[in-house]
């Protein structure tokens, strides 16, 4: 069975730092794109970034700014989001996925199979 597991998520003053990571067990994903998302109560789910399958390609969604960094350790079968500037808009469940099919690379959730169960950040002004 497979499954994602983020950590890192918390409470962080604005202007501040936080990296989630997210841990995967019953399958690797060396040829899968990871994608990080969130959602904020009321809002829809929404992208956050992506990285590709080898970590040569990034993408991001338009409100990160060049704030955030993802990267991806293979050996480890794991994907970290690098967030800093956290600001008031940030506040969300923040969610990774990981692609079931090999050397794509998405921005909507439609492309992500396996989903984790969602930290929380908080950002306190």
């Known amino acids: 069975q497979v499954q994602l597991v983020e950590s890192g998520g918390g409470l962080v003053q604005a202007g501040g730092s936080l990296r989630l990571s997210c841990a995967a067990s019953?399958?690797?994903?060396?040829?899968?794109?990871w994608g990080w998302f969130r959602q904020a109560p009321g809002k829809e789910r929404e992208f956050v970034g992506a990285?590709?399958?080898?970590?040569?390609?990034?993408l991001y969604g338009d409100f990160v700014k060049g704030r955030f960094t993802i990267s991806r350790d293979n050996a480890k079968t794991m994907v970290y989001l690098e967030m800093n500037r956290l600001n008031p808009e940030d506040p969300a469940v923040y969610y990774c996925?990981?692609?079931?099919?090999?050397?794509?690379?998405?921005?909507?959730?439609?492309?992500?199979?396996?989903w984790g169960q969602g930290t929380q950040v908080t950002v306190s002004t």
């Open positions: 996925a990981a692609d079931g099919t090999p050397y794509e690379l998405g921005l909507t959730a439609t492309y992500y199979d396996y």
């Open positions: 990285i590709s399958w080898n970590g040569g390609r990034q």
């Open positions: 019953g399958r690797t994903f060396s040829r899968n794109a």
